[in-house]
């Protein structure tokens, strides 16, 4: 079946870096559309950071400067790296996989706090 398994979140300092990864099993990794996506308490999960399966990336303004995701289709996983965290990033981030004909899959999420 298919997996994605998020890791790397934490508890981080204001400024400071953290890079999650999502590891993907059970589907064909580099045909899919990848993406981050965070949900805080209190409020509706919002898009971070896509890359599609030709390596286009795309960003939520909030996170511009400060994020970069990439991809790695030899070890079927989804980076994250976070620079200059800030309180506002605190959530869960949650791992997504998407193909237009083949549906979309999610992952159980990983919970990153930014403390001030």
């Known amino acids: 079946q298919v997996q994605l398994v998020e890791s790397g979140g934490g508890l981080v300092q204001a400024g400071g870096s953290l890079r999650l990864s999502c590891a993907a099993s059970?589907?064909?990794?580099?045909?899919?559309?990848m993406g981050w996506y965070r949900q805080a308490p209190g409020k509706q999960r919002e898009l971070v950071a896509t890359i599609t399966s030709g390596s286009r990336t795309n960003y939520a303004d909030s996170v511009k400067g400060r994020f970069t995701i990439s991809r790695d289709n030899a070890k079927n996983t989804v980076y994250l790296q976070m620079n200059n965290v800030k309180p506002e990033d605190t959530a869960v981030y949650y791992c997504?996989?998407?193909?237009?004909?083949?549906?979309?899959?999610w992952g159980q999420g990983t919970q990153v706090t930014v403390s001030s």
């Open positions: 997504n996989a998407d193909h237009y004909r083949r549906g979309g899959f």
């Open positions: 059970g589907i064909i990794f580099s045909i899919y559309d």
